[in-house]
């Protein structure tokens, strides 16, 4: 057993990793590196959890340490054209995919636009995930190509209950995608 090894040691460590994943690979390597130097001597070779734990607690929760390693960390500054970083295109995004529905029921020609701009905005940004972008845009576009869908194989067939089925996702579904965006969006912030 090395002198961190110990289980509760080695989960502390492990939590913070997780937590500090937004730091850049170096600052976060030096801050684990600080904490197992930091537990090698306040843990030593100690195998009573309790004196164990008593020393992660003394040392602070992996929460606040990350967030006092963020707080030192330097603004990133905006890359030159971009306006102040693509943050500024989180709420535009949402809200052009939010809006999107509800403005295909007024125009299928603006709708399809301002689907095609939120969808710019979103893949152009770096705030969220390859998976929240895809599942924004699966929601924001279920919508038209279930109509496409719909109205090619339906043939004609289709009744008011199936027309109010598919109005009420075109409206919900890019609704949902808007605000899971600016909650992920509120994660990474």
Request: overall charge negative; glycine content about 12%; aromatic content about 4%.
């Amino acid at each position: 057993m090395t002198r961190t090894a110990h289980p509760l040691v080695t989960d502390y460590l492990a939590t913070v990793e997780r937590e500090a994943s937004f730091l850049p690979a170096g600052r976060r390597g030096e801050l684990l590196a600080d904490l197992r130097e930091h537990l090698d001597v306040a843990v030593g070779d100690e195998r009573d959890p309790e004196t164990v734990r008593a020393a992660l607690d003394r040392l602070g929760s992996p929460a606040a340490i990350v967030a006092a390693a963020r707080a030192e960390e330097p603004e990133a500054p905006a890359a030159p054209g971009d306006g102040g970083g693509s943050k500024d295109r989180t709420a535009p995004a949402a809200v052009l995919l939010g809006v999107s529905g509800v403005a295909t029921l007024f125009s299928p020609l603006v709708g399809l636009l301002v689907l095609l701009a939120g969808l710019g905005l979103l893949w152009t940004s770096d705030v969220w995930t390859q998976g929240t972008k895809t599942l924004a845009t699966a929601l924001t576009a279920f919508t038209p190509l279930l109509i496409v869908v719909g109205g090619t194989l339906g043939g004609g067939r289709v009744g008011p209950t199936e027309i109010l089925v598919v109005l009420a996702l075109g409206v919900v579904l890019p609704l949902v995608a808007a605000v899971r965006l600016f909650r992920a969006a509120r994660r990474t912030a």
